[in-house]
């Protein structure tokens, strides 16, 4: 049973994707293994040379121009998609596991004949985590090998370079590894930009309402926050931060706590970011930035001691970004979590959905990422674009682009091991309900051993304390 045991400890229940400006490095700590070294996942390479644009700003509604091409990289027999995911640089050790995840569920329905009589076949380019490299990659794979979507597209860098793209050509783009706020619109029925992810905005407004509505204060952390408290926001300004910020003080102002916020913009200097927050006497921090800063600014938050609760984003539920020797318990790490992977009776108390993505895993060339997060985000990610393809197949209506959109437009979507994502109406809001998890250590026996039993091995996770729920919930105003 030691391989389930694994499971239950390696996987971060956040799901967490890279999404920022620019490279990102994961700043190891003693953590239980979470992922396991690359194998073949990506089948193709592209050099490109085109300038990069800058990551488009923030927007609420935009209508698309309607395409000139109907449809392209659909046979008769196959269909043709693609992504420009990091495979070398700074994000492959994100990009090179979430390829594999799309890479498997791909092959597991080609097993099966495809959809519709159809087999998929996926392109990829390495984007070198480089927003001129994604921008190139993304046109060649657009005008060169004609692909039907973008199932997949990457990162902070490559998406906002390549928006404007997407809906100048109307080419349908199934989630994207970010939640940058420029792929927020509010109604804009036929855009090609369908977000899963939830949207920074979002994921500021959810932490936000929690630093402010959870009973995590006091002496035994259990106390609501006391009236007039001061929480301390610490944002990069960079893309990720300036994002998440703008749904921070959206929920403050709703929350009437504007007046008690105070914010920080961090480059290098965390500790005087620290230094002034302890200096104001904030009862709560809220960081919102990606996984390296989130580690920078623990450490920071330990050497100044301000040990206060932490609340961040979903990208941060990664636990080789905590140093458990820091005071963990003087100042616990919340951040919410998309997806849910728990069910108390299901086997191992993980739920048959996240089984069936396990045995897809195992059963291929990609055995080494069964228990990687990155992994699942592809899964997810190639999961979804068939669901668009079956909904065409059941209406019985050509495949082509507008009727894609729309199928996806049709209905909501159940998102296994989640939520639900709703597109209807021109929805691009991505998922706007989310759990919450607090980190978590402790020592045992190690899981990935068979001949002896330990009681000093780390275990590290970051498990579930609060259901799925909308921001509503959160806030108290419906039940």
């Known amino acids: ?66 395409a000139p091409i109907i449809v392209q990289g659909v046979t008769a027999t196959s269909i043709k998609v693609g992504n420009a995911a990091s ?49 190139s990659n993304t046109e060649k794979l657009i005008e060169e090998d004609e692909i039907f979507a973008l199932v997949g597209h990457f ?9 404007e793209l997407i809906q100048e050509t109307g080419i349908p783009m199934i989630y994207a590894a970010t939640g940058v706020n420029s792929l927020y619109f509010q109604e804009s029925e036929g855009n090609p930009v369908m977000a899963v992810q939830p949207i920074y905005k979002t994921d500021g407004r959810i932490m936000t309402a929690r630093a402010i509505k959870e009973s995590v204060y006091g002496a035994t952390g259990d106390q609501p926050l006391p009236s007039g408290a001061k929480i301390g926001v610490v944002y990069t300004n960079d893309d990720v931060g300036l994002s998440i910020k703008e ?20 480059t290098t200097s965390y500790a005087t970011a620290m230094l002034i927050l302890k200096a104001s006497g904030v009862s709560a921090i809220i960081l919102a930035m990606n996984q390296e800063p989130f580690g920078y600014a623990l450490q920071q938050m330990h050497n100044n001691s301000l040990n206060v609760p932490v609340f961040s984003s979903y990208v941060n539920a990664d636990v080789t970004q905590v140093n458990h020797t820091l005071d963990i318990a003087a100042r616990p790490i919340f951040v919410n979590a998309w997806l849910d992977l728990l069910d108390p009776e299901g086997v191992s108390g993980l739920s048959q959905e996240y089984w069936d993505y396990y045995t897809v895993m195992i059963s291929g060339d990609y055995a080494a990422y069964a228990l990687n997060n990155y992994a699942i985000a592809g899964y997810m990610a190639a999961y979804i674009f068939v669901e668009g393809l079956k909904r065409v197949e059941t209406a019985d209506v050509p495949l082509t682009w507008a009727n894609y959109i729309a ?8 998102i296994p091991m989640g939520g639900e994502v709703d597109w209807t109406n021109g929805k691009r809001w991505g998922i706007s309900e989310m759990s919450l998890l607090k980190y978590s250590y ?22 579930k304390v609060r259901e799925i729920q909308s921001i509503e919930e959160i806030e108290g105003t419906i039940e």
């Open 1 to 66: 049973m030691k391989k389930l045991v694994l499971i239950a400890f390696a996987l971060v229940f956040g799901l967490t994707i890279m999404a920022c400006d620019g490279a990102t490095t994961a700043a190891p700590t003693t953590a239980a293994p979470t992922t396991a070294a690359p194998t073949t996942a990506s089948p193709t390479t592209g050099s490109p040379t085109t300038a990069a644009p800058t990551t488009a700003a923030p927007t609420t509604a935009t209508p698309t121009t309607e």
């Open 87 to 135: 495979t070398t640089g700074a994000g492959a050790g994100v990009g090179v596991p979430f390829n594999a995840g799309i890479n498997a569920y791909f092959d597991y329905i080609n097993g099966l004949g495809g959809i519709d009589g159809r087999t998929i076949n996926f392109v990829t380019y390495d984007d070198t985590t480089n927003p001129t490299v994604g921008l």
């Open 155 to 163: 990162g902070t860098w490559t998406v906002g370079a390549t928006l």
């Open 247 to 266: 749904g921070i003080e959206q929920e403050a102002e709703i929350l009437g706590k504007s007046a008690d916020m105070i914010y920080q913009a961090v």
């Open 407 to 414: 199928q996806m437009e049709s209905a909501v979507l159940d």
């Open 442 to 463: 402790g020592y045992g026996d190690n899981p990935l051993t068979t001949d002896v039993v330990e009681t000093d091995y780390l275990l590290e996770t970051f498990g």
